[in-house]
């Protein structure tokens, strides 16, 4: 018999024995050193991964509400070459 046939996948405890048969120093051993599973790991991992979906959910929510508030720079129009001299005014010189 194998440790993890006896041990609990989610909390690493020790599961209940099908019979006395199973009570071995070996299980006694993993009962000393992990303690029973308490029981209901499936449940509470299944709240687990539940909860985590809907943080995942509510955090995609908020990066699109982000990105939809968040306005965007217009692009700039392409610079209009002038030519030499041209919108400037005369220079005027001074003696």
Same mark, same amino acid.
């Given at each position: 018999?194998? $440790? +993890?046939?006896?041990?609990?996948?989610?909390? %690493?405890?020790?599961?209940?024995?099908? !019979?006395? +048969?199973?009570?071995?120093?070996?299980? =006694? %051993?993993?009962?000393?050193? $992990? =303690?029973?599973?308490? !029981? =209901?790991?499936? +449940?509470?991992a299944? /709240?687990?991964?539940?909860?985590?979906?809907? /943080?995942?959910?509510?955090q /995609?929510?908020? +990066?699109?509400?982000?990105q @939809?508030?968040?306005? %965007?720079?217009?692009?700039?129009?392409?610079?209009?070459? @002038?030519?030499? !001299?041209?919108? %400037?005014?005369?220079?005027?010189? @001074?003696?």
């Amino acid at each position: 018999m194998g $440790n +993890e046939s006896v041990l609990c996948p989610m909390c %690493r405890g020790v599961l209940p024995a099908s !019979g006395k +048969e199973s009570y071995t120093a070996s299980r =006694g %051993r993993l009962i000393v050193t $992990n =303690g029973y599973c308490s !029981g =209901g790991c499936a +449940e509470a991992a299944d /709240q687990t991964q539940q909860m985590a979906a809907r /943080q995942q959910v509510q955090q /995609q929510a908020a +990066e699109v509400t982000q990105q @939809v508030a968040r306005p %965007r720079p217009a692009p700039s129009p392409a610079p209009v070459p @002038v030519p030499a !001299g041209a919108g %400037r005014a005369p220079l005027r010189v @001074v003696r």
